[in-house]
């Protein structure tokens, strides 16, 4: 039985450690927001006819 304890603790800690991580990821990064401008060739939206 302390093997089984053993092995839920361990993973426990590293489930703590990866929510850890997602929170401070979540509280302390800030995305970069800019424009994007894509340039779409005439062809692609009006395709000549056959």
Same mark, same amino acid.
């Given at each position: %039985?302390?093997? &089984? ?8 800690? &590293?489930? /703590?450690? /990866?929510? /850890?991580? %997602?929170? /401070?990821?979540?509280?302390?990064? @800030? $995305?970069?927001?800019? @424009? %994007?401008?894509?340039?779409? $060739?005439? @062809? ?7």
């Amino acid at each position: %039985m302390p093997t &089984l304890f053993r092995f839920l603790v361990t993973l426990g800690i &590293l489930f /703590a450690l /990866a929510y /850890a991580a %997602m929170f /401070a990821l979540v509280a302390y990064v @800030e $995305p970069r927001q800019g @424009e %994007m401008s894509v340039r779409i $060739p005439s @062809e692609r939206i009006n395709p000549k006819a056959p």
